[in-house]
């Protein structure tokens, strides 16, 4: 089993910057994409970022320039820096991991959810 452990949620002026943080353990044989997603309230959930084992980044449009993946392979970390923040990045966020555990069996693990308050 796979367990995720976020961290570095807050609240923030707008303008202001955050790094989350998201460790994945447990029965790890490799790992095939690290991202994060978010959710406001009504709205649906949307990919904010990620990363896949080959280096690949995808951002959605709106953090493009303002957001940045990264990733420590050794210890299965991923990261996600956030400057020039805005209210509108108000969110939950969450990290999702995909991969292929010790018995080569498939899983997809999401955090418990970090929450972003971006406020004057």
């Known amino acids: 089993q796979v367990q995720l452990e976020e961290s570095g949620g807050g609240k923030v002026q707008p303008g202001g910057s955050l790094t989350l943080s998201c460790s994945a353990s447990?029965?790890?044989?490799?790992?095939?994409?690290m991202g994060w997603y978010r959710h406001a309230p009504e709205d649906q959930r949307e990919l904010v970022a990620s990363?896949?084992?080959?280096?690949?980044?995808n951002y959605a449009d709106s953090v493009k320039g303002r957001f940045t993946i990264s990733r420590d392979n050794v210890d299965n970390t991923v990261y996600l820096q956030m400057n020039s923040l805005k209210p509108e990045d108000t969110a939950v966020y969450y990290c999702?991991?995909?991969?292929?555990?010790?018995?080569?069996?498939?899983?997809?693990?999401w955090g418990q959810g970090t929450l972003v308050t971006v406020s004057s």
């Open positions: 999702n991991v995909r991969g292929y555990s010790s018995d080569w069996s498939p899983f997809d693990a």
């Open positions: 447990g029965s790890i044989f490799s790992i095939v994409a």
């Open positions: 990363k896949n084992a080959g280096g690949a980044t």
